[in-house]
């Protein structure tokens, strides 16, 4: 059954991005840094999400309903089923304890944990967030922790002389001696939601910024005598939070090794995985053979035993059904491939839908924008496509028909099933034995 609630703080301004776009909408392997966290607190099982915007919310709404994130949630600002979403908005921004404040009125009624996440940290995975959860005690709380051998600019874990976890101390707030110290908080916390306001209440801005730090509630739940326990992270890799364009790069090269790692434990041969970009949401099939220099955005769906590259892009709503091949240089957009069909050179196929075992020859351009709107073609069964052909949308290629290389096939146009067309425009081929009967 969902229990408790996530929130997800995610109202920074990220401007060491250097970037008008709301950090947490930058991508890393085709989704939103706040996509990955979000799919991590749905791995939670939670009753609710709350995110916690700042002045670019519609801007990050915006995303998140274009990438279909909203589809795994209910509630007002949800398209599916899943937790309810809903949205709060920090401005001014005051610390993460004031974040939390303005989240705490949407979390009326919350029984279990309370766990709270950072949308800029895509890295953290599901175990390591269940793990965290699994860690706070009956009627206490939990927080992530980590040993590391720099802990520069991290908050401090202090402890008493037993070991028990008493306070953090921010970095820019620590003495020498508490720099010193190795052990940091990486942020992540689970508490127990009956005691949220009241602790949230008891916050102090008296520090270096004069913010309020979601850090002192560690203080104050110890001085109550509430439960503390500190779950280590295993990787701290994967507390990496994205700050700069460097930063952003580095993580979207975790994710990228992850997803490799993923088809490839699925029976798809990656030839060449540092040159080989696979987005998230990208289903490929068993024995697929993808070569050197290939780009698979999100929403690619491949079948089994096809072959795919090298210097290949296929860009979202691309299809290819079992034993479909591309190759060099070919781009597909908005493109189905039937069972069989070879597209093997030098080729852009922009809304077309491709029957099963055609061919498409060497520099085919299916031309489907007309400088306003896309339009679609159809290329049916067993029909070949001669090289360097021109296809200008709509237009239509009958089953087991023939456009002869180098032709210009028209708008509007529609190749019947057997014929053959050539020329510039294309026409229907007439050969010299009917034309001799016609002239007689």
Known sequence: MPQGSVVVLAAGRGTRMRSALPKVVHRACGRTLLGWVLEGARSLNPERVVLVLGSDAEAVQA??????????????????????LEVVIQEPQLGTGHALQIAAPALTGTSG??????????????????????????????????????????????????????????????????????????????LPA???????????????????????????????????????????????????????????AELQERLLLQHMAAGVRIEDPATTYIDHDVEIGADTVVLPCTVLRAGVRIGTGCEVGPFT?????????????????????????????????????????????????????????????????????????????????????GEGALVGAGAVVKRNSKVPAGEAWVGVPARALVRRADADSDAS
């Open 63 to 84: 995303a998140l309903e274009a990438d279909g994130e909203l589809r795994h949630f209910s509630g007002a600002l949800g398209q599916g089923t899943g937790p309810t």
């Open 113 to 190: 944990a309370v766990t709270v996440l950072y949308g800029d940290m895509p890295l953290l995975r599901p175990e390591s967030l269940q793990a965290l959860v699994a860690g706070r005690p009956a009627g206490g709380a939990s927080m992530s922790v980590a040993r590391v051998a720099d802990p520069s600019g991290y908050g401090r874990v202090l402890r008493s002389e037993s070991g028990a976890v008493q306070a953090v101390v921010e970095h820019r707030d620590a003495s020498p001696d508490q720099l010193a110290i190795d052990e940091i908080n990486v942020g992540l916390y689970s």
């Open 194 to 252: 009956e005691l949220v306001d009241d602790h949230l209440a008891r916050l102090s801005s008296d520090n270096a910024p004069g913010e309020l730090y979601l850090t002192d509630l560690v203080g104050t739940l110890v001085a109550d005598g509430v439960a503390l326990e500190a779950v280590e992270l295993e990787d701290l890799g994967e507390a990496q939070g994205v700050n700069t364009l460097a930063q952003l790069s580095s993580a979207r």
């Open 313 to 397: 892009h296929l860009r979202t709503g691309s299809v290819l059904e079992d034993g479909a091949a591309v190759g060099n240089f070919t781009e597909l957009k908005q493109a189905r491939l039937g069972k069989g069909t070879k597209a093997k050179h030098l080729s852009y196929l922009g809304n077309v839908e491709v029957g099963a075992d055609a061919n498409i020859g060497a520099g085919t351009i299916v031309a489907n924008y007309d400088g306003k709107h896309k339009h679609a073609t159809t290329i049916a069964d067993r029909a070949f496509i001669g090289s360097g052909s021109i296809l200008i949308a709509p237009c239509a290629v």
